[in-house]
């Protein structure tokens, strides 16, 4: 039961983006810059801070930032 959880997208850098999840069955789609950033990640979270379910990071390649 995701309803009343948010869906926060955490990047090397910090929070990126949260979006609230307002019913069961949930899809969204975004577009969220990653520029400066080496890996993004997200997670469920169910008020007031219980993390549900979270994801491994994805690793953005770089030469930049030694990925790649």
């Avoid at 926060?8 to 983006?17: P, W």
């Avoid at 969204?28 to 219980?50: C, D, F, K, M, W």
Wanted: glycine share 10%; hydrophobic share 30%; aromatic share 8%.
């Amino acid at each position: 039961d995701a309803k009343g959880t948010t869906l926060e997208v955490i990047g090397s850098s910090g929070a990126l983006a949260e979006y609230r999840v307002d019913r069961d069955v949930w899809q969204h789609s975004a577009e969220i810059s990653v520029e400066g950033v080496s890996y993004i990640r997200t997670q469920l979270v169910e008020p007031p801070n219980h993390v549900r379910a979270l994801t491994n990071p994805i690793y953005i390649g770089s030469t930049q930032n030694g990925y790649g």
